[in-house]
């Protein structure tokens, strides 16, 4: 039995297994153009604020 998936790019049809080295995707262009969406934000994973701790000024900073 042979798994099918559609790639997320163009949604070609694209069988999954060693013969196809860019699954998901049907090919380099596909995935190249993908990379270039997260990169440019274009696409990111929804989610809250930042848990990054907010920037302190120079007076508030003690060490």
């Known amino acids: 039995m042979v798994t099918r998936v559609t790639c997320p790019t163009c949604q070609k049809e694209v069988e999954w297994g060693p013969q196809s080295p860019y ?11 993908d990379l270039g969406e997260w990169a440019s934000e274009e696409k990111r994973i929804p989610g809250g604020e930042s848990d990054t701790p907010p920037d302190f000024d120079d007076e508030s900073a003690s060490i």
């Not at 090919?27 to 190249?32: S, T």
């Open 23 to 33: 699954r998901p995707f049907c090919c380099k262009r596909c995935q190249l153009i």
